[in-house]
């Protein structure tokens, strides 16, 4: 998902119990010390709900220093870990002024064609949030050690008076995506826009 320029002020509650939040840009994290203590923060949530192994540790570890390469300004990032459940599945949201390149670019991204083993799209209405569309895909992915793998990428564009709301999903754990699917509407309705910026501005 293209970054966006901070045209909009916003904020964003979210389940701490479902998600994990990416330290933002410019937090430290790029540094060793700052990324060890993210890392040592995502196994204490996942301890929190269940007994861990070496290897679990271990493999949180390298998720969860991969995830931390896809930090960059002006993107809000969570990590869906809902409890006891493996999950590599990176939640993005951008919210930016439905005017202006940036806009633009997410939304050409969001309606592409791009080569897909799955794809389909269907409508969103909110109460809250505005109007839009969820687009789902998969896609075949080769990695360098040969193992072919399925990556499910989930957007969500919503515009709400003349703001536009932009979620990206994407993740290889395919299953925990039906846990999402649960969890995505509350996603939305925790996003805290200025007063003045919604359907309801004139």
Not at 101 to 129: K, L, M, N, Y
Not at 148 to 169: C, E, H, P, R, T
């Amino acid at each position: 998902m293209a970054a966006a320029t901070p045209a909009i002020t916003w904020g964003l509650d979210y389940d701490a119990a479902q998600f994990i939040p990416l330290p933002a840009a410019g937090e430290g994290a790029e540094h060793p010390d700052g990324a060890r203590a993210w890392i040592d923060t995502v196994i204490s949530h996942y301890e929190s709900s269940a007994p861990l192994t070496d290897g679990d540790r271990q493999g949180l570890a390298v998720t969860a220093e991969a995830l931390l390469t896809m930090i960059e300004p002006f993107v809000t990032r969570l990590w869906f870990a809902p409890p006891g459940v493996y999950s590599d599945v990176l939640v993005s949201v951008v919210v930016t002024d439905l005017e202006g390149d940036s806009a633009r670019e997410i939304i050409a991204e969001v309606t592409a064609s791009p080569e897909s083993t799955a794809s389909d799209g269907v409508a969103v209405e909110t109460d809250s949030h505005g109007s839009g569309i969820l687009v789902r895909r998969t896609t075949g992915v080769q990695p360098e050690d040969g193992r072919a793998l399925l990556v499910a990428q989930w957007d969500l564009l919503l515009q709400n008076g003349a703001v536009l709301i932009a979620i990206n999903a994407m993740g290889t754990t395919l299953p925990v995506f039906a846990r999402l699917e649960e969890e995505l509407m509350g996603l939305v309705e925790g996003i805290v826009l200025p007063a003045g910026s919604g359907t309801d501005a004139k």
